[in-house]
């Protein structure tokens, strides 16, 4: 019996480790480092912009009017609320403040009354010159409120309309009409006409298509007109000098220009306290429904 010599055994091929893979480091090179502070710059710069302003009308309206003038620094040395209980003790802000809601609320309801079956007809019918009539509607957003103020003025006298809250609704409508209905009409065209179709084939008549198929799908269009409708109403001023001219009228951007008075001294803290009180509101409620603006527009702007 032979025995395997060593020299003679049967050799095991060698087992080779591959070598790990190495983690790959980011590196950031010069390059990726300016074109990172190239776009934080105009971004900040933007931010601040828009900020500055909100944060001095803030400061303002926590001092005296004569500490505006001796103490003008970045915090105010004593704050006080004095010039928001002399904006709630005006005698004609609360009747302001009314009519600048009913003026938005009512121009945002007629606005979409009006714009939601206009703009289903342009996206849905075809007729002869549709797309220059639609052009055409755009027309108005290229004339300035000073322009009109003439004009409205002496339609309003010889129509008997002059001094009354519901002219200012009529006007803003139409003024916001055009863009309402280019928007919805964009949002209106990327809804599949199936969805359509297949309601009217259970008997739904078009009416009904617009209340339950299209306007549930449009909501998004519908919030951005409702929020561009309402600040529009809200902060227009030059057709409420020229159309109102009784002080119970009136509207908050009517009342601020009010406090411009010959008193020597302007009274600073409380045209900011009036100012913010005026804005804060509309801010926090868009900001609840900004997501659904953006969207609106985005999807309204194509074709």
Do not use: C
């Not at 803030?58 to 970045?74: K, M």
């Not at 004095?82 to 004609?92: A, I, L, N, Q, R």
């Not at 755009?138 to 519901?166: C, E, S």
């Amino acid at each position: 019996m032979t025995t395997a010599s060593p020299t003679t055994a049967i050799e095991r091929p060698l087992v080779t480790e591959l070598p790990l893979p190495r983690k790959r480091k980011v590196r950031f090179t010069v390059r990726s480092r300016l074109v990172q502070v190239l776009l934080w710059i105009p971004l900040i710069a933007l931010v601040l912009w828009t900020i500055a302003p909100f944060f001095v009308t803030v400061v303002a309206s926590l001092q005296t009017r004569g500490e505006v003038f001796a103490n003008p620094g970045i915090l105010p040395a004593n704050p006080t609320f004095d010039s928001y209980v002399k904006v709630f003790e005006m005698p004609t802000f609360w009747s302001s403040l009314g009519n600048s809601l009913f003026v938005g609320v009512a121009t945002t309801i007629l606005t979409i009354a009006i714009a939601v079956p206009a703009a289903y007809a342009f996206a849905r019918f075809n007729f002869r010159g549709r797309a220059f009539l639609l052009l055409f509607t755009l027309l108005p957003r290229l004339v300035p409120n000073l322009a009109l103020m003439v004009p409205l003025y002496r339609l309003a006298v010889q129509t008997g309309a002059l001094d009354k809250i519901f002219t200012l609704v009529i006007v803003y409508t139409g003024m916001l009409l055009p863009l309402a209905v280019f928007l919805l009409v964009g949002f209106y065209r990327k809804i599949p006409l199936e969805l359509e179709e297949a309601a009217s084939i259970d008997g739904a008549s078009m009416w009904q298509r617009i209340r339950y198929v299209v306007l549930p799908l449009s909501i998004p269009a519908l919030i951005t007109i409702a929020v561009l409708a309402f600040r529009e109403a809200w902060n227009e001023f030059t057709l409420v000098l020229v159309l109102m001219t009784s002080a119970e009228n009136r509207t908050l951007p009517f009342e601020l220009f009010s406090l411009e008075g010959t008193e020597g001294i302007p009274d600073y803290p409380t045209q900011a306290a009036l100012a913010l009180l005026t804005v804060i509101p509309f801010i926090l409620v868009y900001m609840r429904i900004e997501r659904y603006v953006v969207q609106g527009i985005t999807a309204g702007s194509g074709k």
